[in-house]
T-cell receptor, first 112, second 114 residues
């Protein structure tokens, strides 16, 4: 059973528009959430995170929104650029736990 | 800093053979994680170590898989005997255990078992 779910395997967005990647989780004990980005033939790299005490965290073109009551988070990228084409992993962790649980990923294609 | 180093980058082997994957974490990082990535299951945690001690190996699929961390700068993941269903990309990651959840990943080893 997947504790972190990314229900969209892929997403295509026009360059310059907003990309919205969604993630749902089932474990109410999760209190820290991360997004990782992965290019082909490379390891995932950390992108942005959010603690459960916040509902929004912004870093440049990237914003993560957290809705605890719905157990849902989303990553917004605006404006989308060609270099944003990659696989994005949503991940979550419980307090005082070293483990991170990853979703299956969403492949984002930025169209010219 | 060289980042997390994994070797080999690619491994092709025949069913039944022993496979050893290697990882050097970032210097000073006290936690080390082994993951496996497949299309069907995504990125799965296999095992992780804190200060060279295995903490959670519940993700190790079966007894054919074993992992060791003899010192702070080296870890191995061994599969013996290997099977075609073990074909995947295996990642190693490390974390400084300074309160940050962020893990730093290596480039991965692509394993193909024929």
């Amino acid at each position: 059973d997947q504790q972190v779910k990314q229900n969209s395997p892929s997403l295509s967005v026009q360059e310059g528009r907003i990309s919205i990647l969604n993630c749902d989780y089932t474990n109410s004990m999760f209190d820290y959430f991360l997004w990782y980005k992965k290019y082909p033939a490379e390891g995932p790299t950390f992108l942005i995170s959010i603690s459960s005490i916040k509902d929004k965290n912004e870093d440049g073109r990237f914003t993560v929104f957290l809705n605890k009551s719905a157990k849902h988070l989303s990553l917004h990228i605006v404006p989308s650029q060609p270099g944003d084409s990659a696989v994005y992993f949503c991940a979550a962790s419980e307090d005082r736990d070293d483990k991170i649980i990853f979703g299956k990923g969403t492949r984002l294609h930025i169209l010219p | 800093d060289a980042g997390v180093i994994q070797s080999p980058r690619h491994e092709v082997t025949e069913m039944g053979q022993e496979v050893t994957l290697r990882c050097k974490p970032i210097s000073g990082h006290n936690s080390l994680f082994w993951y496996r990535q497949t299309m069907m299951r995504g990125l799965e945690l296999l095992i992780y170590f804190n200060n060279n001690v295995p903490i959670d190996d519940s993700g190790m699929p079966e007894d054919r898989f074993s992992a060791k961390m003899p010192n702070a700068s080296f870890s191995t993941l061994k599969i013996q005997p290997s099977e075609p269903r073990d074909s995947a990309v295996y990642f190693c990651a490390s974390n400084p255990r300074d309160g940050s959840y962020e893990q730093y990943f290596g480039p991965g080893t692509r394993l193909t078992v024929t």
